[in-house]
């Protein structure tokens, strides 16, 4: 194994007890990833990006170079409602101050290194960040509405090594920092032309689900940083029921995800029985299902409008039979949730199968049968390698561990 994955153990020892999981827990976590961290906001040159600070560093920046706090408000309307980048643009702004500011900071976007579009329009980036690492993030619109949703990665590499998923065989580089997150979604708003952030019309990158590369829970600070900035009403402005956070189970930080962010959860379920996914999911010897059911129904913003989704890959011959299906249903009963069944989207070199179409529509029956919407997920990018699960970065190298 290499060291770069040594501090995260891909197949941890299971947790004595969830009594463990509190803030001691969450102690150990930010602790193991703290050397995973993102480099500093601030370029060779020595100027400060501006893109990823919260409202109060963005005040503390300005008043370094002796600017009052009300600046902020205007800088933050140029940054972030008219995704501005350069100072000199922003006509609010006297030139003598726009020169001043363009001294001391910059406004940037990942650079996009690569783009592809399929078929189905899905369009896929290769982002490059400052330090030469790269992930890669996804827009996929609806077929049936003029909007979609943009998936965002929150590290580059990942560290849980799901056996079905291609990004798991990438290791680890590091998490992103605020500015990367939020900076994927806005460079991908670039790429539409959709800079001013409309008031109450419709847009095309109208929801973001981090579902990228990488656990969101074990860089939860500067995702959860970065979710603030796009939730604030005088910038982005994307609601929190427009937002879902998707996990494989890192049951500490979900109670703290619920309270502080209250966005939509999706959990990476796949296995009814602890044997089956302990080895589709690692995590799962950390946390176990009985807990991660638990963590479900304790999410403060479940509920029958707000239902967590449960995501389910869908594996020919693996966890696909009817005997599952009714499984599944008994473990979720009582939670308001909807279960996403998701047709294994291969990828070089992967192990698995899809299901057939019959026996997916037959365990979609049983679980829409017990009150459960299950819609099958539809395919989509599959022939730029853009679906589910099949994110990875040509830089990275399996790890042999």
């Known amino acids: 194994m290499s060291a770069e994955v040594a501090v995260l153990d891909r197949a941890p020892a299971r947790a004595e007890t969830p009594a463990d999981w509190g803030e001691a827990e969450r102690a150990r976590i930010r602790a193991k990833v703290a050397r ?47 995704g501005t980048t350069d100072f000199a643009r922003m006509s609010t702004i006297a030139k003598p101050l726009q020169h001043k500011l ?16 399929s078929a189905d329009r899905t369009r896929k980036f290769l982002f490059r960040f400052r330090d030469g690492r790269e992930a890669e993030s996804v827009y996929i619109p609806d077929r049936e509405e003029d909007r979609g949703a943009v998936c965002l990665s929150s590290q580059v590499g ?10 798991g065989t990438q290791v680890l580089a590091r998490n992103l920092g605020p500015g990367e997150i939020v900076g994927q979604f ?6 539409y032309g959709e800079w001013p952030s409309p008031k109450g019309e419709a847009r095309l990158l109208s929801t973001i689900v981090l579902m990228g590369m990488g656990e969101p829970l074990y860089n939860y600070d500067n995702v959860a940083a970065a979710m603030r900035i796009v939730m604030d009403g005088e910038g982005i ?9 998707s996990t494989s189970g890192v049951v500490p930080m979900m109670d703290r995800a619920g309270a502080e962010l209250g966005v939509n959860l999706a959990v990476s379920l796949h296995a009814v029985t602890d044997e089956l996914r302990d080895e589709l999911v690692p995590l799962n010897r950390k946390y176990p299902i009985k807990d991660l059911i638990e963590a479900c129904r304790r999410y403060p913003s479940a509920s029958n409008a707000r239902r967590i989704t449960f995501e389910y890959v869908m594996l020919k ?18 939670v308001p949730a909807k279960v996403n069944l998701i047709p294994f989207n291969p990828w070089p070199g992967s192990p698995y199968e899809s299901s057939t179409p019959a026996a997916i529509g037959r365990f979609a029956e049983i679980v829409n049968a017990a009150g459960f919407s299950s819609p099958v997920r539809a395919p989509r990018g599959r022939d730029i390698l853009a679906a589910c699960g099949q994110l990875r970065t040509a830089a990275g190298k399996p790890s042999g561990g």
């Open 317 to 334: 011959g693996v966890n696909d039979s009817a005997a599952e299906a009714r499984a599944l249903v008994r473990l979720i009963a009582g």
């Open 102 to 117: 363009a001294e001391h900071f910059t406004v940037t976007r990942p650079e996009v290194a690569a783009v592809q579009t």
């Open 158 to 167: 990942c560290t849980l090594s799901c056996r079905f998923c291609h990004t």
């Open 36 to 82: 995973f961290a993102p480099p500093p906001a601030k370029g060779p040159d020595g100027r400060l990006e501006l893109v990823g600070l919260s409202r109060e560093e963005l005040v503390a920046a300005l008043g370094g170079i002796g600017e009052p706090a009300f600046r902020a408000k205007q800088i933050w309307h140029w940054i972030y409602h008219q």
């Open 237 to 245: 402005g994307l609601s929190r029921r427009r937002i879902t956070l």
């Open 186 to 191: 806005m460079a991908a708003r670039d790429s």
